[in-house]
């Protein structure tokens, strides 16, 4: 029994990381390819936008990353210059590039829209909003998962004493929180790099 229960788990561990790698090169697959030269511009043009962000005191100095979140469901995570959140399934698009911004300590973070400059936020309710200022609502605690995922949970808010998760669904819509799961699929997310991060003119 006890042998069978290490090879199960060797298993499951080969597998993700299998995964892991697919999602991971895929991505970088598809922008290579298919993206027309207008489109790698506007990519590239996005990271100006980093550099220029004004931020809080009490953000400044925080753990700062560029990447875009690739849902479980098959969708980019992107937030438009409306503020509205939704899931792209272009990965050129440069909406769904994000400033992943570390606030404070034990895995809490902001996300905000690197040409929106829309922060994601929460309220009580579970509905994801973009937010020009930042507030408490903006906080997410970051979640790393044993099928090499993350999640995204309110720092501030629950429901009934459970999490409430950035989600979106097979349809690329975002879900209101108090519907949300760390188990479900909707809520499982893969940071990827961006191509552009690597040619970024400060």
């Given amino acids: 029994m006890r042998q069978w229960t290490r090879t199960w788990n060797l298993q499951n561990l080969w597998s993700g ?3 892991h790698a697919v999602f991971l090169l895929g991505g970088v697959v598809v922008v290579d390819t298919d993206c027309s030269p207008e489109r790698l511009a506007a990519i590239m043009n996005c990271s100006k936008h980093e550099r220029h962000t004004s931020n809080s005191d009490y953000m400044e100095g925080g753990d700062v990353r560029i990447r875009q979140l690739f849902s479980r469901t098959q969708w980019f995570l992107a937030i438009d210059d409306s503020g509205n959140i939704n899931g792209t399934s272009d990965p050129t ?3 769904s590039i994000l400033e992943i911004r570390t606030v404070s ?3 809490v973070l902001a996300i905000k829209g690197v040409k929106s400059q829309y922060y994601i936020s929460m309220n009580k ?4 909003q973009g937010k020009r200022i930042y507030n408490e609502n903006c906080n997410f605690k970051e979640v790393f998962l044993e099928n090499y995922f993350n999640a995204y949970s309110s720092a501030r808010w629950t429901k009934n004493g459970k999490e409430m998760f950035i989600a979106l669904s097979q349809k690329g819509r975002t879900l ?3 519907k949300t799961r760390r188990e ?3 809520s499982h ?3 990827m790099k961006c191509r552009e991060e690597d040619q970024r003119v400060d």
């Fill in 17 to 19: 990381l299998y995964l």
């Fill in 125 to 128: 309710a579970g509905q994801l």
């Fill in 184 to 186: 479900h699929v909707a």
């Fill in 176 to 178: 209101r929180g108090k």
């Fill in 93 to 95: 698009n440069c909406h």
């Fill in 189 to 191: 997310f893969i940071p």
């Fill in 105 to 107: 300590e034990g895995g």
